[in-house]
């Protein structure tokens, strides 16, 4: 299988700042890489697919950027309703895999 | 709009079964591969099954292979999983997810979840 990292783990940061969030894969993913939100008690929430593909709706100040290996979540302003989990997946092979996760806190 | 709703989930003890069902409504559900992802209490995302629009191409988790089972009924809109054998580590809330095509994509539809939690 192929296995997905994130870092950090845990991010602190301020409404209004600029965050970025790193996903490494074990191997290349060309660019079938998604990223979701999701916020306590909630279920994930669609926002970037095939790597750089903004889903409907997301606002622009989420973007992604990468292919082959390493991938890019980043966030131009960070708002309140940003303050939640963020998960990478690959879907370069029928078995799928999350990362494990990058939580963004209030700092 | 999409609509995702499972049902089924419930307390069951080890080495018991369980079928959890999903209700699809707002698209055309022949047309999208499903899947099953799970999430244990205070845990990440792990994906479990899916069954492609195409039914012949069914895949699993290593960690569920030979004990769940994906079927799909397109006449009833329904998605289910049938869970054997079931251990203290599938307890989880498990997602009806929705691929944005055939089943080789990424997921852009998920339901709310239902619990399972599997303890003598």
């Known amino acids: 299988d192929i296995q997905m990292t994130q870092s950090p783990s845990t991010l602190s940061a301020s409404v209004g700042d600029r965050v970025a969030i790193t996903c490494r894969a074990s191997?290349?993913?060309?660019?079938?890489l998604a990223w979701y939100q999701q916020k306590p008690g909630r279920a994930p929430n669609l926002l970037i697919y095939k790597a750089s593909s903004l889903d409907t709706g997301v606002p622009s100040r989420f973007s992604g950027s990468g292919s082959g290996t390493e991938f890019t979540l980043t966030i131009s302003s960070l708002q309140p309703d940003d303050f939640a989990t963020y998960y990478c997946q690959q879907y370069n092979s029928y078995s799928r895999t999350f990362g494990p996760g990058t939580k963004v806190e209030i700092k | 709009q999409v609509h995702l709703v499972e049902s089924g989930g419930g307390v069951v003890q080890p080495g018991r079964s369980l079928r959890l069902s999903c209700v699809a409504s707002g698209f055309t559900f022949r047309n999208y591969g499903m899947h099953w992802v799970r999430q244990a209490p205070g845990k990440g995302l792990e994906w479990v099954a899916v069954?492609?629009?195409?039914?012949?191409?069914?895949y699993y988790a290593e960690s569920v292979k030979g004990r769940f089972t994906i079927s799909r009924d397109n006449s009833k809109n329904m998605l289910y999983l049938q869970m054997d054998s079931l251990r203290a580590e599938d307890t989880a809330v498990y997602y009806c997810v929705r691929d944005s095509d055939n089943g080789n994509y990424h997921f852009d539809y998920w339901g709310q979840g239902t619990l399972v939690t599997v303890s003598s």
């Open positions: 191997q290349s993913i060309s660019s079938w």
């Open positions: 069954i492609w629009s195409a039914v012949s191409n069914i």
